[in-house]
């Protein structure tokens, strides 16, 4: 058995391992079962009934196809063992599972022999019979049906109707089968001669003594026991002595098939048909081994339940297992899938919104050459068509026009170049914000040392730079403002600025929103706010507000 | 004055326009590059031949035309030409007025002139030249000259809000410094408070106290 537990356990690591490939391919199954069932039936050989039942139990539950002839062949070998270990209900559950489900033919006389059988065990001997009819009707082999035959007859027998059990033994002698079984000879010729010795039949003896000579030249245990012991109670009241050498026989014998209950009824002869002094030993024994049976029994018992109820609930825990791993998988599976999709949309949205801003400022810079600089090109061209140029005031005034020129094409490209993000960014936005003050316009910057800019994506710092920048151009260009504040203040959650001039303040409806308009789309789309407080003559005031 | 210029600009017009002042001064050896690029082999190589540059002017924004390129900029090319002939001077002419740029190419740099494009670039760059060919001070358009003063002046910060407030809530100038250090805002001396309120007053174009607080009520800063 030792040998045998890291095989197991590899195999058992093996299994689970497999557990889903293992569905889809039965064949290598059926090698699992058929080795478990040669494993049991190797321990069947050498009276190891619970290692033999532990292999059985483990073929069973690894039989898949309940209506196979393997699957009802196992369940016959565990109720067998079942009865033999004194689990009379047991068997009989495991009988009345396997007759459910089985739907072949082979099996059937066993089974019903076995649910007689245990019927016998119980004393109900009118079941018994019932299910003896039953088998004999299931066989159609001529054998079976004279083995159950004897079998009947032997209820009568321990039912203590000798002569009925006489005519339906007797026939059975004569019986070609029989006769050509000579365990099944001996055996039918025992019953007989049992039955004519308590009929007071002179025969009855001859034939114990020939079914004995038979079984000693067999050599058969389990039914050498059963000749002693119907010899030992021949002899009771006729000769002591002999039914005393049977009785320790039957003694002997039984410790060799590994039958207590044998051993218990061989023990219990000797002790009334001994007059030895080794009477009170063996009473003794009996006592002792009575004792240790019935607590014996009852652990059995519980243990055979117990690896049948373990298997059982491995099962059920396996399948558990793996219901709450796929529930888990197709949770995982659907997160996934949520996420992936979310983020797609996401992404079609920031790139629409992107798209969208791309498009607004070109038409915004389309706008402005078209407003700002084409109509005074245009202008200046009609001018060197019209005007004399060697007049110097009319070439300064060209110079003059041409001057304006270059510097609003100059002011849309400062407008619109790259912003550096870097460490420049703090610097670069400072002096962006300096350079709106002149001698007009005071920009009086507070706070700004206060922000760490490296904590805000690059987008938000353009925002906050073009945004700045708008508002700025919007003061220079319609508020006549003599301050600007930019104070900014560093709060635990986001950034908000708090942009204010004493200018005359914009009427926010009129032409001049395209401007903020664009920059309040920037703020948006980093998930800010920008809210306007303009009245004409009341300065103009903006606060600015971006998550960190 | 310098001998042999080398001149950076992808602008034909332009070059033109530098040429004629160049020429005006009688410089002799004038090399041409359009891209960046190029400027490097022709220092290195003048560097060889014993004869180096004796200055550099270049533009900062160069056409982007497909050709791929090492250096993009003029502060790249700079800083590039900079190393293999560290004392060369270097008068850069552009269309750039983003005083923080200009402001980087003096400090970082260390550029020895800038000559902004406009109505009167054509006489400041021939200025530019002599002033740089005898001076060792640096040259600026006249109308960025205010790039370069000191306006970390124009920021303020919380005790000056602090300042406003009080002196809003009516509390004299002088007894500001107490009631400072009764509420623990720091610093809080007489003098301190006294150069800050001169500052507000000039920041905020108030001709005295009041008028600054009134300015400062108006924008809502208090």
């Not at chain 2, 031949?49 to 200055?55: S, T, V």
């Not at chain 2, 009764?182 to 301190?192: A, F, R, Y």
């Amino acid at each position: 058995m030792k040998t045998r537990i890291p095989y197991l356990l590899l195999w058992l690591f093996f299994v689970g391992f497999f557990y889903s490939c293992k569905e889809e391919k039965p064949a290598t199954n059926d090698a699992v079962i058929y080795d478990y069932q040669t494993k049991a039936t190797a321990f069947l050989s050498q009276y190891q009934w619970d290692s033999a039942y532990y292999y059985y139990n483990k073929a069973k539950n690894e039989t898949l196809d309940k209506k196979s002839e393997a699957y009802a062949y196992t369940l016959l070998q565990l109720a067998t063992l079942q009865q033999g270990n004194g689990d009379l209900s047991g068997c009989e559950e495991t009988i009345t599972d396997a007759l459910a489900t089985y739907t072949g033919t082979t099996y059937l006389p066993y089974f019903y022999n076995l649910m007689a059988v245990s019927y016998v065990k119980q004393k109900e001997y009118e079941h018994a019979l019932d299910f003896y009819q039953k088998a004999q009707e299931a066989t159609a082999d001529s054998l079976n049906k004279a083995i159950i035959q004897n079998n009947i007859g032997l209820v009568y027998l321990l039912n203590h109707s000798y002569e009925q059990s006489l005519s339906i033994l007797e026939p059975l002698l004569t019986h070609p089968q029989i006769q050509a079984n000579e365990l099944e000879y001996a055996r039918v010729l025992d019953n007989v001669g049992y039955a004519q010795f308590q009929l007071q039949q002179p025969q009855g003896i001859e034939n114990l003594n020939t079914s004995l000579q038979l079984r000693e030249r067999l050599q058969e245990p389990s039914s050498l026991l059963t000749s002693y012991m119907h010899l030992s109670e021949y002899h009771q009241s006729r000769d002591s002595k002999l039914a005393e050498s049977y009785a320790f026989k039957a003694y002997e014998t039984s410790k060799k098939v590994n039958s207590p209950d044998d051993r218990l009824e061989a023990l219990k002869w000797l002790t009334e048909n001994s007059s030895s002094p080794l009477v009170k030993d063996y009473s003794k024994m009996y006592f002792q081994l009575n004792d240790s049976l019935t607590t014996a029994r009852t652990t059995a018992k519980n243990q055979f339940a117990k690896i049948k109820y373990d298997s059982k609930k491995a099962t059920q825990e396996v399948i558990k297992y793996k219901n709450q791993n796929l529930f888990l998988l197709l949770l995982v599976a659907f997160i996934l899938l949520v996420v992936v999709l979310l983020y797609f949309l996401y992404q079609s949205v920031t790139k629409r919104k992107l798209l969208q801003s791309a498009y607004l400022t070109e038409t915004r810079i389309s706008k402005r050459i078209h407003d700002e600089l084409a109509n005074d090109v245009f202008h200046a061209m009609t001018f060197t068509q019209t005007k004399d140029l060697h007049d110097t005031s009319n070439k300064e005034q060209l110079l003059d026009s041409l001057e304006t020129i270059y510097k609003r094409s100059r002011d849309i490209s400062k407008e619109n170049s790259t912003i550096r993000t870097d460490d420049h960014f703090a610097v670069d936005l400072e002096q962006m914000l300096r350079s709106f003050s002149d001698a007009q316009t005071a920009v009086i910057i507070k706070s700004i040392e206060s922000i760490v800019w490296h904590k805000f994506s690059d987008e938000k710092k353009i925002a906050v730079f073009r945004v700045l920048q708008e508002l700025l151009i919007n003061t220079k260009k319609h508020g006549k403002a003599g301050v600007v504040v930019v104070d900014f203040q560093n709060q635990s959650r986001q950034l908000q600025i708090n942009y204010t001039d004493n200018g005359l303040g914009a009427d926010l409806s009129l032409q001049n929103k395209s401007g903020l308009q664009n920059a309040e789309n920037r703020i948006l789309a980093m998930k800010g706010t920008l809210t306007f407080d303009s009245q004409p003559d009341k300065g103009f005031r903006a606060q600015l507000v971006i998550p960190k | 004055m310098f001998q042999k210029v080398l001149i950076a600009e992808d602008l034909d017009s332009i070059n033109l326009a530098i040429d004629h002042v160049v020429k005006e001064l009688a410089i002799t050896e004038i090399h041409h590059v359009k891209y960046c690029d190029d400027a490097l082999p022709k220092i290195k190589r003048a560097l060889a031949d014993g004869k180096p540059f004796d200055l550099l002017i270049s533009d900062l924004s160069f056409k982007e035309d497909g050709r791929k390129v090492a250096l993009a900029s003029g502060e790249e090319l700079i800083t590039a030409v900079r190393e293999l002939q560290p004392d060369i001077p270097v008068l850069v002419y552009s269309v750039e007025d983003k005083n923080y740029r200009i402001k980087s190419l003096f400090e970082e740099q260390k550029i020895n002139g800038f000559v902004l494009k406009g109505r009167d670039s054509i006489l400041q760059l021939k200025n530019a030249i002599q002033f740089i060919a005898s001076s060792d001070n640096f040259f600026l358009s006249p109308e960025l000259k205010h790039i370069l003063l000191d306006k970390t002046g124009d920021r303020i910060d919380d005790l000056d809000i602090h300042i406003l407030k009080h002196l809003s809530l009516g509390v004299l100038q002088e007894e500001i410094e107490v009631v400072f250090k009764q509420k623990g805002i720091t610093p809080n001396s007489k003098s301190t408070i006294e150069k800050r309120l001169g500052k507000l007053k000039v920041l905020f174009r108030a001709n005295n106290t009041v008028h600054l607080i009134a300015i400062a009520k108006d924008l809502a800063i208090i």
